[in-house]
């Protein structure tokens, strides 16, 4: 009988399991806060062009200027962040993150070009101010470029937690054409990373309005109200969204994570828990005569949401993986130099991330022009 998971390659993991995945969890949770400002603000920044309110005009421009220009660093980072995770993914997963990459080989291929096409429209929009229709329409393009690159993202993740789908997606159509469109998670799973890239984003303006408010009190007003109000509208909309996801999870590993298994099943409580909350922080915040100071403890507890998402993203993964026979192999011969290289250019990396972001985000006026 063939094994649902293809047979592991003859080759020694570099390092210990539990150190390759706790690196991943920190790669990954860096990389996903990146691409949420990249993928959310440029739904916002779409968001604010369409807004007529003639009384907000001034702000919003600014604040949409601030988001256009924070774009090409955002989306710099995603990239450089992304890298890490991509290769322990490739580690830890590679038998069933390959051959769902192979399954929809020609769509997998068509994320560069995108990229290029939504970095190139980034810069356009962060380097040529003048407005009209053309601006417009780069802004569009961006944003459905990069929520295309999302589309095949939740492509290639569903169908690696379907190894028991590999044969007939192949015998199906075997020239890399194959997306997971009848996968019953698919569709709220994309929905979910969506809105969550929304919410962070809304809520980096809104952070960013509360930095400006000695400077710049009229945009800073605006930014911490209008990011607050947009947090918290995505943020209840996530949580509904997010139990219809976990509805649509196959009955075995639904059945384990709300009673089975008991890491399982206090993830998944403690994520709910933090969006509920998260949720209802953002409307008491958004009720307040003055909603910055709030700000602050709002982002803090926003990053332990996603933090917590994100490992109950990764036991899901366990649970469906250890089920169709794919553990972590028990060979390993320790690479330590290379794993000291990659931990010093990590933290440089981090580093020079954060100047940028702050350098950003205390410039004046003038560096938005």
């Known amino acids: 009988m063939n094994p649902l998971v293809p047979l592991a390659d003859p080759l020694p993991q570099p390092a210990p399991p539990p150190l390759l995945w706790a690196l991943l969890q920190l790669t990954f949770l860096l990389h996903t806060l990146a691409m949420n400002l990249v993928l959310g603000g440029s739904i916002l920044a779409l968001h604010f062009r369409a807004s007529r309110r003639a009384e907000e005009a001034v702000p919003r421009n600014q604040l949409l200027r601030t988001v256009e220009k924070a774009l090409p660093v955002a989306m710099a980072a995603a990239i450089t962040l992304g890298v890490a995770p991509l290769l322990f993914v490739q580690v830890l997963y590679g038998r069933v993150f390959f051959t769902s990459s192979v399954l929809m080989g020609w769509f997998w291929l068509g994320l560069m070009p995108l990229l290029l096409a939504a970095y190139y ?49 192949y015998r199906k159509d075997p020239r890399g054409l194959t ?26 303006v809104a952070l960013y309005g509360a ?42 590993v639904l059945l384990r994570l709300v009673g089975g ?59 469906v993986l250890h089920d169709a026979g794919l ?12 794993f000291g290289v990659f931990a010093v250019c990590l933290l440089l990396a ?20």
């Open 211 to 252: 930095l400006r408010r000695g400077r710049e009190p009229e945009l800073a007003r605006f930014a911490v109200r209008r990011g607050t109000a947009v947090f918290a509208a995505a943020t209840a909309a996530n949580v509904m969204v997010g139990l219809a996801l976990l509805i649509a999870q196959p009955q075995p």
């Open 327 to 338: 553990d972590p192999p028990s060979w390993v011969v320790a690479q330590w130099t290379p």
């Open 121 to 169: 429209g980034a810069y356009h929009l962060a380097f040529r101010p003048e407005p009209g229709p053309a601006r417009r329409w780069t802004g569009t393009l961006v944003a459905l470029a990069l929520s295309a690159v999302a589309f095949l993202q939740v492509t290639n993740a569903t169908r690696a937690l379907r190894p028991d789908s590999f044969s007939s997606a």
């Open 179 to 204: 997306l997971n469109l009848d996968d019953p998670t698919f569709w709220p799973r994309y929905l979910h990373l969506l809105l969550g890239a929304v919410a962070v984003a809304a809520l980096a």
């Open 261 to 319: 298994d008991r890491v399982s099943v206090s993830l998944l409580s403690v994520a709910i828990l933090l969006a509920v909350a998260l949720a209802g922080a953002a409307v008491l915040a958004l009720g307040a005569r003055q909603p910055w100071p709030a700000t602050p403890a709002l982002a803090a507890l926003a990053a332990v949401t996603v933090a917590a998402m994100l490992l109950l993203r990764d036991d899901l993964r366990r649970l």
């Open 350 to 369: 981090v580093a020079a991330i954060a100047w940028m972001v702050r350098a950003l985000a205390t410039a004046g006026p003038a560096a938005r022009e």
